[in-house]
């Protein structure tokens, strides 16, 4: 049996453990909240300047792809500069971007696939993960045309089809990398994961090739 000592020792340890396991927890809290205050804050910069730039063109159609890339490449750039936060900031830009378009009445759909092109096309440019920034902006996308009252599916069908697209003109593995991380995204979506990924057909003969 054990002494009262060893009976206290046994406390003292599991209250210091569970002093640090919640000094953890508070300091995860504390920085979840503050990715989520950076978040919106990128939301709506991107958003109001976005919207503000189509206000003084007065041109939302020709002007909206040029906007989108130097939106875009502004963000890459920032974040290159800091040598962190791209994850964060992707979906975030991705957002306010169709939010800014949505505010002038411009076509969210258009924005959304250039937006998420732009962004898969910028990672790659600057070596980036592509599969991931592709994954960050479609979610930007879709949570924007959620948030507006937009067409959600549509909005998903659009962004995955530019991702994939855009993924194809840099290459196989990235086009693969790419499907495989947006699979997730379109699950639930009506119609869009059987127009996007249609099943393949197993033949008989199987050598086994690359594809």
Do not use: H
């Not at 009262?4 to 569970?18: A, D």
């Not at 939302?60 to 936060?85: F, R």
């Not at 592709?134 to 067409?151: F, P, T």
């Amino acid at each position: 049996m054990m002494n009262n000592e060893s009976v206290n020792n046994i406390k003292r340890e599991k209250e210091g453990l569970g002093k640090v396991g919640a000094q953890v927890k508070d300091g995860i809290i504390g920085c979840l909240k503050g990715i989520n205050e950076i978040e919106a804050e990128i939301v709506t910069l991107v958003r109001s300047t976005v919207s503000n730039t189509f206000k003084t063109t007065g041109d939302v159609t020709q002007e909206s792809v040029n906007i989108t890339k130097d939106v875009l490449k502004g963000a890459l750039d920032a974040t290159s500069e800091v040598g962190a936060g791209l994850m964060v900031s992707t979906k975030s830009v991705a957002k306010g971007v169709v939010m800014g378009v949505n505010d002038v009445g411009g076509d969210v759909l258009r924005a959304a696939e250039m937006t998420v092109k732009g962004a898969v096309k910028g990672a790659y440019e600057t070596g980036a993960d592509v599969a991931l920034v592709a994954r960050r902006s479609v979610d930007g996308v879709v949570e924007a045309a959620r948030e507006i009252g937009g067409n959600v599916e549509e909005t998903a069908k659009v962004a995955v089809t530019g991702a994939i697209e855009t993924a194809g003109d840099i290459g196989n593995t990235a086009v693969n990398s790419v499907k495989g991380i947006l699979v997730g995204v379109v699950e639930g979506v009506k119609d869009v994961a059987s127009s996007l990924f249609p099943k393949k057909k197993t033949g008989t003969n199987d050598s086994g090739s690359d594809e």
